[in-house]
C-alpha cells in the first residue's frame, strides 16, 4: 500500500524552502514516514521551524485520528513499526496508551479526540526516531469544570492523571504533579479549554514534566491565570509582551509545562483567522520579528509563500498514485487537493533568555468539491 504520509511530503517538498526546512530534514521526515504505517489517516503533517537563527531546525508532528484504524495503527500489528513498538521503551508507551485508546472499555476510547506524535529531527540523525506525544482530550473546559465544583461532584478527569499520563511516563503520576495538574483544570476562567497535553518523551530534561496548552482565554485571563497555577516570575514583562503581540494577532494560546511546579518557560501561539496571502496583517507580524531578531528576512518571505492549495487536475504527473486511484472512486463531485497552511507562531519567552519565535506549517490531503475551491 502507498504510504500516504510520504506521498503529501514528496509534493509538497518543492514548496519548501531551504531557509526554513533543511534537505537533510526533508530527507529524515522522509526517513520516518517509511517507519509508520502505511494507512490513508496518516497523511497530514505539521513543521516545526525554529526562526532567527543561522542553520534552520525543523521538529516534525504526524497525526492520528480514529478514522481509518487510526487508534489501532499503533498498537503493534503494522509493519514496518511492529519491531519498535515491542523493544523501544518509547514507542512502549506509544502502543500502551494507543492500545487502552482502542478498548472501548477505557476512558481514553471516549476522551480523547485525536493525537500527534512529534520527532525532533536535529535529536534523530543517527538514533531510532522517537516521538513526543500530545493529545487532544474532549471536554477539559472552565465551564464544565466551575459547574462540577458548583454541584458538589467529584472531578471526572482523573483519567487524564490517573491513565493516559500514567501510560506515557511508564509510571503513577507523583501525587504533587497530579495536584498540580488537577489546579491547571480547576483554575481556568469559564471561556478556557485545555485543548492539548503531552509529554516530551526524548527530551531527558523533560521526559517526567506535563505539558499543557490551553485555549480561549483572552491576554488579560493568561496573566491572571498563570497567577492562579502557580506560575512566578516577571508579570509585568509578559503583560508587555502579551500586550505587543495581541496589537498583531487574532488570538493568542498558551502552552506551558507542569511538574511540582509551573515551569517558567511559556509558550504564546499566535494565530491569524486569514491566511498570508489574504491578510496584510501577516506582513506586520513578521516585519514586527524581523524588527526584534526573532525571524530573517529571508524566512519572512519564504512563510509567506507556504501557504495554499494543489489539485489533482493540474498536477497529473506529479500527484500521489494512491490518490488518483482514490479519486476514480470519488468521481467529479470531490478533487484531491493538498494544502499548505501557515497555521501558527508561538513566541516563547524564558527567564533571563532572549525571545524565540517558531512557524508552524501544517500540510495535508484533504477532498474538496470544485465550488469550494473556486471560493478559496
Not at 78 to 89: D, F, K
Not at 90 to 105: G, L, P, Q
Not at 326 to 353: C, D, M, W
Request: glycine share 4%.
Amino acid at each position: 500500500m502507498n504510504n500516504s504520509l510520504k506521498n503529501v511530503l514528496q509534493f509538497a517538498g518543492s514548496y519548501l524552502n531551504d531557509e526554513l526546512v533543511s534537505s537533510e530534514s526533508i530527507f529524515q521526515m522522509s526517513q520516518i514516514a517509511n517507519l509508520l504505517p502505511t494507512i490513508p489517516a496518516v497523511s497530514e503533517a505539521v513543521l516545526e521551524c525554529h526562526l532567527g537563527s543561522s542553520a534552520p531546525r525543523t521538529d516534525f508532528s504526524i497525526s492520528f485520528t480514529p478514522l481509518n484504524q487510526g487508534r489501532e495503527a499503533l498498537t503493534g500489528y503494522c509493519e514496518p513499526l511492529a519491531n519498535l513498538l515491542c523493544t523501544n521503551p518509547v514507542w512502549n508507551r506509544v502502543r500502551d496508551f494507543c492500545a487502552c485508546w482502542a478498548d472501548i472499555e477505557s476512558p481514553l476510547y471516549k476522551n480523547v479526540a485525536h493525537i500527534w506524535l512529534e520527532f525532533d529531527l536535529d535529536r534523530q540523525a543517527s538514533e531510532v526516531p522517537e516521538p513526543s506525544f500530545f493529545f487532544y482530550p474532549i471536554s477539559i473546559t472552565g465551564e464544565e469544570e466551575k459547574l462540577s465544583l458548583t454541584k458538589n461532584i467529584s472531578l471526572t478527569k482523573n483519567w487524564v492523571t490517573d491513565e493516559a499520563l500514567r501510560l506515557l511516563l511508564g509510571n503513577s503520576l507523583p501525587e504533587q504533579v497530579k495536584k498540580n495538574v488537577l489546579i491547571c483544570f480547576n483554575a481556568l476562567p469559564a471561556s478556557g479549554e485545555v485543548y492539548q497535553i503531552g509529554v516530551m518523551l526524548p527530551r531527558k530534561s523533560e521526559s517526567q514534566a506535563v505539558r499543557l496548552c490551553v485555549k480561549g482565554i483572552t491576554p488579560e485571563q493568561i496573566l491572571e491565570y498563570l497567577r492562579s497555577i502557580g506560575w512566578s516570575d516577571s508579570i509585568s514583562q509578559l503583560s508587555y509582551i502579551l500586550s505587543e503581540l495581541s496589537s498583531f494577532v487574532d488570538v493568542i494560546m498558551l502552552s506551558f509545562s507542569v511538574e511540582k511546579n509551573v515551569h517558567s518557560k511559556i509558550g504564546f501561539e499566535c494565530y491569524f483567522d486569514k491566511q498570508p496571502q489574504n491578510s496584510s496583517r501577516w506582513h506586520l507580524f513578521l516585519d514586527y520579528l524581523i524588527k526584534h531578531q526573532l525571524c530573517t528576512l529571508e524566512e519572512a518571505k519564504a512563510l509567506l509563500k507556504w501557504s495554499g492549495y494543489s489539485i489533482e487536475n493540474c498536477n497529473q504527473e506529479l500527484w500521489p498514485s494512491n490518490f488518483t486511484k482514490a479519486s476514480a472512486f470519488v468521481g467529479t463531485s470531490f478533487k484531491s487537493t493538498i494544502i499548505r497552511l501557515l497555521n501558527h507562531i508561538k513566541i516563547v519567552y524564558e527567564p533571563h533568555q532572549p525571545l524565540q519565535a517558531k512557524a508552524y506549517l501544517w500540510l495535508g490531503h484533504r477532498w474538496f468539491s470544485p465550488s469550494i475551491l473556486l471560493e478559496k
